[in-house]
């Protein structure tokens, strides 16, 4: 059974950085970060290959946000910076048993519980 839980969210001023963590338990292949802001549909933001490290991200987070995976692998972060507002929402963590780095949300069988990010101008 996969177990998947989020931490690190926060409030941040715009420009500002947080960190994610999500840890993980059970078998997984790959991971995904996802995003949902009030009234809007959850939205793609990173992915990554537990085994390979290869990485995929949505064109809106290239250059500031970075994914990666621990050298035990057991823990998923985010690292974001140059926040913008419209970042704000929350940010899930989901696992698959795909083996590559899948952007669609029908692939994530496994999703934690949301942690809260909220950037402010």
């Known amino acids: 059974q996969v177990q998947l839980v989020e931490s690190g969210g926060g409030s941040v001023p715009v420009g500002g950085s947080l960190r994610l963590s999500c840890s993980v338990s059970?078998?997984?292949?790959?991971h995904g970060w996802f995003r949902q802001a009030p009234g809007r549909e959850r939205e793609f933001v990173a992915a990554?290959?537990?085994?390979?490290?290869?990485?995929n991200y949505a064109d809106s987070v290239k250059g500031r946000f970075t994914v990666s995976v621990d050298n035990a692998k057991t823990t998923i972060s985010l690292q974001m910076s140059s926040l913008k507002p419209e970042d704000t929402g929350v940010y899930y963590c989901?696992?698959?048993?795909?083996?590559?780095?899948?952007?669609?949300?029908?692939?994530?069988?496994?999703w934690g519980q949301g942690t809260q990010v909220t950037v402010s101008s």
């Open positions: 059970g078998v997984t292949y790959s």
């Open positions: 990554i290959n537990r085994s390979n490290g290869k990485t």
């Open positions: 989901a696992g698959s048993l795909i083996y590559g780095t899948p952007s669609r949300g029908s692939d994530y069988p496994n």
